[in-house]
């Protein structure tokens, strides 16, 4: 019997072996619930079924034997607030200079939906011969021809499934080869131009616009000849303890009143199912057609030139429906993300007047043609692109569909911004001009949240934690909030985890390159990869150490994860339990990257971090600073680092999570001591045991 909070069984596909039942196989989820769900779950099917057969090298992401996960977490579709994430995990294409077993994740009803027709996720290997799409009702599965949607935009390719499925929404009920009844329509991730043409730029895309963006795994579905996966579900989801889920929600609600630390709310928008009036992501208001997300691709074509191109202006409207419907990757394409910050102040600095928040592939597209890179009398011709129209609708939609199918420049453009730069002969360019975290991504709030940057060396990607905002508080001392951080945390903690000094001898003793630091940045790390990528927790929601409408400034964590997980459960886990479950997952995955090629020589930042003007696209940029006596914020927005502290970090990092020293690579013990004997087994078989 499956574990409450469990569907009991993955889908596997091999695509490779037809369009049959031997392509099928239905697996226990017993096996993997020591990972919680999601990135967890993933990257232990990874390891089964790409790395232990020793068959490939894991370097390229479109080789048949890379595996795409779509994978639930226990939270999944049971109602808990910002419950209702599916991760996405697999080799990646964007990733650079290596393609590293990556992830992604997005909201919306699919997840739910399928934990409904009794399934945990949705592993898919190999190629198939012709284009397919998966299709799961219930405990039936089938793979369709999809010869006839290859072609159609993931609006019409949904469209399309809808009237194969022969549904009507809510209009009628309608039975299903099990005998059930359903009034639903089935939910559908799928891809469009973008990821038929594998495209390195692809997201997945959910309903109208629940994305999978960054990661580029709809280029792994088009490298798979898999359009989509559609799935209808019409049982439960079993709780262990019905009575304890609604006495946690009323706990919740009277605790802390909604709109406390979710944000938004209000207007013409929907949300994922579970958040209810907590939060809106899903801005109906913004979007021209369908139930659009809100985020990066929301803002494609807003332009440092050009800042009367709001959020709301029509050409970013449709450029939010452009985004969705060739499932473009909106925050690696765009000209520069949401907002734009001030450099001005610093004449010395390299760009001016203003950094994108996203220095992306759009910005540096436009900034290499003006500074005649490309274009006219060089060697990239930037047809069919019309450079003369720039700030125009008609520049917009030609790039997008330039990139989506590859046409002209759009060919070298869709291979990402990293590897645009490599073409033009530019890499040095990551360290100013083009501002790209490790390993092929665009910054993104990362500094001075040290925690968020730190987090990205150790990771595949940018790891995308909105969590965690210092900004001053009325009414407490800066020393009496940190203490209510370090009280919070679940663990013996002391405050100088939060300490953002970073310049002198104090950033080495209790600042940004301390022991200290290094054991919040393992514990947010640990904590990051469990409670939100694993068991499904959304990252606007969770982790929340303090709240201002709490009677003593508490957030929800660390009561609120445990009591959702125990009640959906039926167990007694500790939080503590879900940040040792997080230490496992961090280790399996860093034998994964030992053997894509990580070495600890590899993590460096890119140039700008050790240079004046790191942090000026920062978010939040008012940090707690400890300075040898005192505590008090401080604007932290010339926040800088040094390569010598960068290694200092790095060194107690490493001792904190039992790597070895010299190469990275984690030990025998800490692997043992985790449950992974049999991941230290294979390293050392390969020579990369710690």
Same mark, same amino acid.
């Given at each position: 019997?499956?574990?409450?909070?469990?569907?009991?069984?993955?889908?596997?596909?091999?695509?490779?072996?037809?369009?049959?039942? %031997?392509?099928?196989?239905?697996?226990?989820?017993?096996?993997?619930?020591?990972?919680?769900?999601?990135?967890?779950?993933?990257?232990?099917?990874?390891?089964?079924?790409?790395? !232990?057969?020793?068959?490939?090298?894991?370097?390229?992401?479109?080789?048949?034997?890379?595996?795409?996960?779509?994978?639930?977490?226990?939270?999944?579709?049971?109602?808990?607030?910002?419950? %209702?994430?599916t991760n996405v995990s697999g080799g990646s294409p964007q990733c650079y200079p290596i393609q590293w077993f990556s992830h992604s994740n997005f909201g919306g009803m699919f997840s739910t939906m399928l934990r409904m027709a009794g399934w945990d996720g949705v592993s898919v290997i190999g190629r198939a011969e012709h284009p397919v799409y998966i299709n799961?009702?219930?405990?039936?599965?089938?793979?369709?021809?999809?010869?006839?949607?290859?072609?159609?935009?993931?609006?019409?390719?949904?469209?399309?499934?809808?009237?194969?499925?022969?549904?009507?929404?809510?209009?009628?009920?309608?039975?299903?080869?099990?005998?059930?009844?359903?009034?639903?329509?089935?939910?559908?991730?799928?891809?469009?131009?973008?990821?038929?043409?594998?495209?390195?730029?692809?997201?997945?895309?959910?309903?109208?616009?629940?994305?999978?963006?960054?990661?580029?795994?709809?280029?792994?579905?088009?490298?798979?000849?898999?359009?989509?996966?559609?799935?209808?579900?019409?049982?439960?989801?079993?709780?262990? @303890?019905?009575?304890?889920?609604?006495?946690?929600?009323?706990?919740?609600?009277?605790?802390?009143?909604?709109?406390?630390?979710?944000?938004?709310?209000?207007?013409?928008?929907?949300?994922?199912?579970?958040?209810?009036?907590?939060?809106?992501?899903?801005?109906?208001?913004?979007?021209?057609?369908?139930?659009?997300?809100?985020?990066?691709?929301?803002?494609? &074509?807003?332009?440092?030139?050009?800042?009367?191109?709001?959020?709301?202006?029509?050409? *970013?409207?449709?450029?939010?429906?452009?985004?969705?419907?060739?499932?473009?990757?909106?925050?690696?394409?765009?000209?520069?993300?949401?907002?734009?910050?001030?450099?001005?102040?610093?004449?010395?600095?390299?760009?001016?007047?203003?950094?994108?928040?996203?220095?992306?592939?759009?910005?540096?597209?436009?900034?290499?043609?003006?500074?005649?890179?490309?274009?006219?009398?060089?060697?990239? =011709? +930037? $047809?069919?692109?019309?450079?003369?129209? &720039?700030?125009?609708?008609?520049?917009?939609?030609?790039?997008?569909?330039?990139?989506?199918?590859?046409?002209?420049?759009?060919?070298?453009?869709?291979?990402?911004?990293?590897?645009?730069?490599?073409?033009?002969?530019?890499? @040095?360019?990551? *360290?100013?001009?083009?501002?790209?975290?490790?390993?092929?991504?665009?910054?993104?709030? $990362?500094?001075?949240?040290?925690?968020?940057?730190?987090? /990205?060396?150790?990771?595949?990607? @940018?790891?995308?934690?909105?969590?965690?905002?210092?900004?001053?508080?009325?009414?407490? +001392?800066?020393?009496?909030?940190?203490?209510?951080?370090?009280?919070?945390?679940?663990?013996?903690? =002391?405050?100088?985890?939060?300490?953002?000094?970073?310049?002198?001898?104090?950033?080495?003793?209790?600042?940004?390159?301390?022991?200290?630091?290094?054991?919040?940045?393992?514990?947010?790390?640990?904590?990051?990869?469990?409670?939100?990528?694993?068991?499904?927790?959304? @990252?606007?929601?969770?982790?929340?150490?303090?709240?201002?409408?709490?009677?003593?400034?508490?957030?929800?964590?660390?009561? !609120?994860?445990?009591?959702?997980? /125990? !009640?959906?459960?039926?167990?007694?886990?500790?939080?503590?339990?879900?940040?040792?479950?997080?230490?496992?997952?961090?280790?399996?995955?860093?034998?994964? &990257?030992?053997?894509?090629?990580?070495?600890? /020589?590899?993590?460096?930042? /890119?140039?700008?971090?050790?240079?004046?003007?790191?942090?000026?696209?920062?978010?939040?940029?008012?940090?707690?600073?400890?300075?040898?006596?005192?505590?008090?914020?401080?604007n932290c927005r010339e926040l800088y680092l040094s390569e010598k502290g960068v290694e200092t970090f790095k060194e107690h990092m490493y001792a904190i999570e039992g790597w070895n020293n010299a190469s990275g690579y984690p030990t025998r013990k800490t692997l043992e001591d985790l449950d992974l004997k049999y991941v230290a087994d294979y390293l050392q078989?390969?020579?990369?045991?710690?």
């Amino acid at each position: 019997m499956a574990t409450p909070g469990y569907g009991g069984k993955i889908l596997l596909v091999d695509l490779s072996k037809g369009t049959g039942e %031997a392509a099928i196989t239905r697996l226990d989820t017993a096996k993997y619930e020591k990972f919680g769900g999601g990135y967890g779950m993933g990257a232990a099917m990874f390891w089964d079924y790409c790395v !232990a057969p020793g068959e490939w090298d894991l370097l390229d992401a479109f080789n048949p034997r890379n595996m795409v996960s779509l994978m639930t977490g226990a939270v999944s579709g049971t109602g808990v607030p910002g419950g %209702a994430r599916t991760n996405v995990s697999g080799g990646s294409p964007q990733c650079y200079p290596i393609q590293w077993f990556s992830h992604s994740n997005f909201g919306g009803m699919f997840s739910t939906m399928l934990r409904m027709a009794g399934w945990d996720g949705v592993s898919v290997i190999g190629r198939a011969e012709h284009p397919v799409y998966i299709n799961i009702v219930d405990d039936k599965v089938t793979i369709e021809d999809a010869k006839d949607l290859w072609g159609l935009n993931a609006w019409e390719c949904q469209e399309e499934i809808y009237k194969r499925s022969g549904v009507r929404f809510g209009e009628e009920w309608w039975k299903l080869d099990s005998g059930s009844y359903s009034l639903q329509r089935p939910q559908i991730v799928t891809i469009g131009a973008a990821g038929e043409s594998m495209t390195r730029v692809a997201s997945l895309v959910h309903a109208g616009g629940s994305g999978a963006g960054q990661g580029g795994f709809g280029g792994v579905f088009g490298s798979k000849n898999l359009k989509a996966v559609a799935v209808l579900g019409t049982g439960g989801i079993k709780i262990a @303890d019905p009575k304890a889920m609604r006495d946690t929600r009323e706990w919740w609600d009277k605790t802390w009143p909604r709109g406390g630390g979710f944000g938004f709310g209000g207007g013409a928008s929907s949300c994922c199912i579970g958040c209810g009036p907590i939060r809106y992501c899903h801005n109906r208001d913004r979007a021209l057609g369908k139930d659009s997300d809100g985020c990066a691709e929301g803002s494609l &074509y807003s332009l440092p030139e050009f800042p009367e191109i709001s959020l709301s202006d029509p050409m *970013n409207l449709r450029g939010s429906d452009i985004c969705q419907q060739y499932t473009i990757n909106g925050m690696e394409c765009c000209f520069q993300g949401p907002m734009s910050f001030r450099t001005d102040h610093n004449p010395d600095f390299p760009i001016q007047p203003t950094i994108p928040a996203y220095a992306a592939l759009g910005w540096y597209f436009k900034r290499m043609y003006d500074m005649g890179v490309v274009g006219p009398g060089t060697k990239f =011709d +930037t $047809s069919p692109i019309p450079m003369e129209k &720039y700030g125009t609708r008609a520049f917009m939609e030609i790039y997008s569909y330039a990139i989506a199918n590859r046409v002209g420049i759009g060919n070298l453009l869709a291979e990402g911004t990293d590897r645009f730069c490599e073409a033009l002969g530019r890499t @040095d360019d990551f *360290n100013v001009l083009c501002r790209r975290t490790p390993w092929g991504f665009c910054d993104h709030w $990362s500094m001075p949240n040290m925690e968020w940057a730190y987090s /990205n060396l150790f990771d595949s990607r @940018d790891v995308n934690c909105h969590d965690f905002g210092l900004d001053r508080q009325r009414d407490m +001392t800066c020393e009496e909030y940190v203490k209510i951080l370090a009280q919070r945390t679940g663990t013996k903690s =002391d405050e100088f985890w939060f300490d953002y000094s970073w310049e002198g001898d104090q950033a080495y003793k209790t600042g940004i390159y301390s022991r200290p630091k290094a054991e919040f940045v393992a514990w947010h790390h640990h904590y990051w990869l469990y409670y939100k990528e694993s068991v499904g927790f959304c @990252d606007w929601g969770y982790m929340q150490l303090f709240n201002g409408q709490h009677a003593r400034k508490f957030g929800h964590t660390p009561e !609120a994860e445990p009591r959702w997980l /125990n !009640a959906i459960s039926g167990k007694n886990v500790t939080f503590m339990d879900g940040i040792e479950a997080g230490r496992r997952i961090f280790n399996l995955l860093r034998a994964i &990257y030992a053997l894509q090629g990580r070495h600890k /020589n590899m993590e460096k930042f /890119n140039g700008y971090y050790y240079r004046p003007g790191a942090s000026y696209c920062g978010f939040y940029t008012t940090r707690t600073v400890f300075d040898g006596k005192n505590w008090d914020w401080q604007n932290c927005r010339e926040l800088y680092l040094s390569e010598k502290g960068v290694e200092t970090f790095k060194e107690h990092m490493y001792a904190i999570e039992g790597w070895n020293n010299a190469s990275g690579y984690p030990t025998r013990k800490t692997l043992e001591d985790l449950d992974l004997k049999y991941v230290a087994d294979y390293l050392q078989s390969k020579g990369k045991l710690g």
